[in-house]
T-cell receptor, first 111, second 116 residues
């Protein structure tokens, strides 16, 4: 069963614009991760944020976590056509070692 | 370093045939996962192994599916007999177990299965 649900399901923007994707989850988490999947490829880990953290940056990526709202957002600044991919959030809860993946947001960046 | 290696990348088979998917995890990783991805159901965890031992196979859809990990560097997922509804992308992934504080999963490129 999916814990995290991404929103929107699909996002289409122009190169240079910022892209924001959201993830909501139902139960308390230990950490939340974001992954990217290019068409026809496997998922690639982007960033992990722990439950006691509120914001993390990695290059053009900015992730926020609001545990009171049980939500996270992934911001990609100054998007590029190469950012076109599906983006998934994955949560780890309780004593589980296994991240649970959402359904993903499909991002298209038009050159 | 080589990532997770899966074979075959693509397979088309007829209903009723046996399908075997293969996976070589990243060297040194002691957890291995098999996932299935479809448009309808998203990414589903089928089974995971820790130190070559199956820990949770509750995601395996039915008895037609079986998975083995005879050693730390090899795993198979077998479907026998295959059905059209098994058509999906099957991912193998591995991790160094990590902890509840953070367990990063490394995915292979997937095996694209079509059952006709």
């Amino acid at each position: 069963s999916q814990q995290g649900e991404e929103d929107p399901q699909a996002l289409s923007i122009q190169e240079g614009e910022n892209a924001t994707m959201n993830c909501s989850y139902k139960t308390s988490i230990n950490n939340l991760q974001w992954y990217r999947q290019n068409s026809g490829r496997g998922l690639v880990h982007l960033i992990l944020i722990r439950s006691n953290e509120r914001e993390k940056h990695s290059g053009r990526l900015r992730v926020t976590l609001d545990t009171s709202k049980k939500s996270s957002s992934l911001l990609i600044t100054a998007s590029r056509a190469a950012d076109t991919a599906s983006y998934f959030c994955a949560t780890q809860s309780g004593g589980s070692y296994i991240p649970t993946f959402g359904r993903g947001t499909s991002l298209i960046v038009h050159p | 370093d080589a990532g997770v290696i899966q074979s075959p990348r693509h397979e088309v088979t007829e209903m009723g045939q046996e399908v075997t998917l293969r996976c070589k995890p990243i060297s040194g990783h002691n957890s291995l996962f098999w996932y299935r991805q479809t448009m309808m159901r998203g990414l589903e965890l089928l089974i995971y192994f820790n130190n070559n031992v199956p820990i949770d196979d509750s995601g395996m859809p039915e008895d037609r599916f079986s998975a083995k990990m005879p050693n730390a560097s090899f795993s198979t997922l077998k479907i026998q007999p295959s059905e059209p509804r098994d058509s999906a992308v099957y991912f193998c992934a591995s991790s160094s177990r990590g902890s509840v504080a953070g367990n990063t999963i490394y995915f292979g490129e997937g095996s694209w299965l079509t059952v006709v």
